[in-house]
């Protein structure tokens, strides 16, 4: 994956990330989400990323169950962080966060 392409994949779906994010947090093991999208710079094909926060690392397929159980929305990835950074007013840091875990992900591709 490369560069943070600002949720487009989440606008082109018609689908705020704040609606993901706040589905995901009912779940009963993630404390908070964060939701976005990137390119592929090898297919130039946006993926959807999903970070969480959790005591526990979660089975993607598990996830991918929870959130289609009640909408239409397909992530690409799962990710557990051990944070979400947010601002004073407590919302999220979100072009912070989506630049640390992409860094984190394509520094594990090359592994």
Do not use: C, W
């Not at 993926?47 to 959790?54: D, G, N």
């Not at 979660?58 to 947010?86: E, Y």
């Amino acid at each position: 994956m490369g560069k943070n392409n600002s949720l487009s994949l989440v606008e082109l779906e018609g689908i705020d990330p704040i609606y993901i994010e706040s589905f995901m947090n009912k779940h009963s093991e993630i404390k908070d989400s964060f939701a976005f999208s990137s390119v592929d710079e090898v297919s130039n094909i946006n993926k959807l990323i999903i970070a969480y926060v959790s005591d526990n690392m979660l089975d993607s397929m598990q996830l991918k169950k929870f959130i289609q159980s009640q909408t239409h929305i397909k992530p690409d990835f799962f990710i557990r962080v051990a944070n979400i950074p947010k601002e004073g007013n407590g919302k999220i840091q979100r072009k912070k966060l989506a630049q640390e875990i992409l860094f984190h992900v394509n520094a594990n591709k090359k592994n």
